[in-house]
């Protein structure tokens, strides 16, 4: 198998297969959670929640940036190309955007209205 598209996905699946459960799981959760607070507080609200949980978010893209080649094994001196920085720098924005899309819904849901 080359590097190709689809066989970068099928390891990405065999991966995260055991996980996957649980992944699903949580992202019901979040959904649930994010409908009843746009429900509660309104969209107004959710979006002030949305804005104090950014910083949650650069804090995760900043932790994925510092700690993904050391999960992995490499070094920066291995952070030889494009690729490789384009896959850190994509990898620390998903982790970032998970982070502040699992913060999201439960500030939306437990911050008080500007009523």
Same mark, same amino acid.
């Given at each position: 198998?080359?590097? %190709?598209?689809?066989?970068?996905? /099928? &390891?990405?699946?065999? #991966? !995260? $297969? =055991?996980?996957?459960?649980?992944?699903? /799981?949580?992202?019901?959760?979040?959904?649930?959670?994010?409908? !009843?607070?746009? $429900?509660?507080?309104?969209?107004?609200?959710?979006?002030?929640?949305? $804005? %104090? /949980?950014?910083?949650?978010? &650069?804090?995760? #893209? #900043? &932790?994925? !940036?510092?700690?993904? =080649?050391?999960?992995?094994?490499?070094?920066?001196?291995?952070?030889?190309? &494009?690729?490789?920085?384009?896959?850190?720098?994509?990898?620390?924005?998903?982790?970032?955007?998970?982070?502040?899309?699992?913060?999201? =819904?439960?500030?939306?849901? #437990? %911050? $008080?209205?500007?009523?």
């Amino acid at each position: 198998m080359a590097f %190709s598209f689809f066989g970068i996905l /099928a &390891v990405l699946l065999e #991966f !995260i $297969r =055991p996980f996957l459960p649980l992944i699903l /799981a949580v992202i019901m959760i979040e959904l649930v959670l994010l409908v !009843i607070a746009l $429900r509660k507080n309104g969209l107004l609200n959710s979006l002030r929640a949305f $804005r %104090s /949980a950014l910083p949650i978010g &650069v804090v995760g #893209f #900043f &932790v994925g !940036i510092l700690t993904i =080649p050391w999960i992995t094994g490499a070094e920066r001196s291995n952070l030889a190309g &494009v690729i490789d920085w384009l896959s850190l720098f994509g990898a620390s924005f998903l982790l970032g955007l998970v982070a502040l899309l699992l913060v999201w =819904p439960p500030l939306a849901l #437990f %911050s $008080r209205s500007q009523a």
